[in-house]
């Protein structure tokens, strides 16, 4: 047996049992929080108040709201697959409890007389269970759309899962530089690596090696990721109400519609917790805190609660400051710039790191060899020169304007004529139409 199934399978029952139902009650209520929460940072940025008036400080508003949900009319359409439509936002709900199973919230501590881990279980492939049960959630957005019997459902459903495989594969990648450098996929395993004091220049400094630092490609690329991953401005396309009304929950209400909007913020806050697992430490106490008695015990879930919730303030701060962009161009940027630039970047860390392990850097062979195709990458890149743009075509205000030309009607442009029209003085006067010729005279496309 394992160091690690010694650790994690020692639990008595009734420990596991107040694990489970202390990592559910502290999402629903971290979730009811982070909604209020959300809303104060967003009035505070936008220059309003938000939430005031239910409760002190206005926390009642989300538990108003959570409650209104819950007593709201359960309505499903008609012509819709009964046991999809159910099933679709419980599996969406089940996947986004289910991967903080893996996640650790603190380090070892005494429990009723029991010493354990606030964690509820781990793995050697840890990370990767997160990204398999994010994989599942898929299923539910999928599920509602196809389930719902409607034409936007299907399209924000088929948009969604579009947008969340493009950037899973870009978040994906991102952790790889994590498993190289730490050498393991176990979560609790990668937070203790990041405890370990930093080298530099052969000198061992007393700040930790938090990997957001010394992986900074690879956290920025997860970061981005985030947003695309949880449907969150500027990458919620989805359910951007302009054009999708509500995407693939557009034909939900009540507690189903409840379920896929906890689903959502559960997702800001994992995300959140595997950047801060992977990238920023986990558990332990930020520099120079680190090492003192304040890093130990319970005071580990303390700090990962805090910069879990730093990182979901940023997530609410990029909502306030960042516009949403088209959905060509968050693809675009998932594909073309994302994914090539994580392989790029995994591709020259696993060249130092074997460098430094084999000890090729004493050579003059591959120093030489290194410097040559550095300098061809950058002649490249330099030589390249972006495509001219162009401009618009010059219009002739003279000729003949027709407003459904291309297929979509549109206003001509100032001074511009229509097809059977005399502009004279600003004041439009139709032609008188030549039944020989068959011409009809039109005002604004359409016919008079």
Sequence with gaps: MTSMDTIFLNDPWWIVLIKVVGVFVLLLTWTIFNVWFERRVLGKMQNRKGPIMNGPFGLGQAMGDGVKLLFKEDFRPARTDALVYNIAPMLTGVAAFATWTVIPLGGPVRMFGVETRLQLTDLPVAALVVMAIAGV????????????????????????????ISYELAMGLSLVAVFM????????????AQAQPISLFGATVSLPSWYGLLLLPSFVIYYIS??????????????????????????????????????????VATVSAVSVTLFLGGYNAPWPLNGTFLDQGWWGLLWFILKVQIMIFTVAWVRAAVPRVRYDQMMRLGWKVL?????????????????????????????????????????????????PIQGPEPIDLDAEFDAFAGGYPVPPMPGQKLIGMVVAEGIAEPETASASSGQRATSNGAEL
């Design 137 to 164: 959630g898929f299923y539910g957005f999928v599920l509602a759309g196809w389930s719902s019997n409607g034409t936007y459902s299907l399209l924000g459903s088929m948009r969604a899962t579009a947008q969340l």
């Design 181 to 192: 450098y730490a050498g393991t996929m176990s979560t609790s395993q990668i937070v203790e």
């Design 226 to 267: 985030m947003f695309g991953e949880t449907n969150r401005q500027p990458f919620d396309m989805p359910e951007c109400e302009s054009e999708l009304v509500s995407g693939h929950i557009t034909d939900y209400s009540g507690f189903r519609y409840a379920l896929f909007f906890l689903a959502e913020y559960i997702n």
């Design 339 to 387: 994914i090539p630039a994580n392989l790029a970047w995994i591709v020259m860390l696993a060249l130092m790191r074997g460098a430094s392990l084999h000890g090729w850097w004493a050579n003059p062979i591959f120093i030489g060899t290194l410097i040559v195709v550095l300098a061809a990458i950058v002649i490249v890149v330099w030589r390249s020169e972006p495509a």
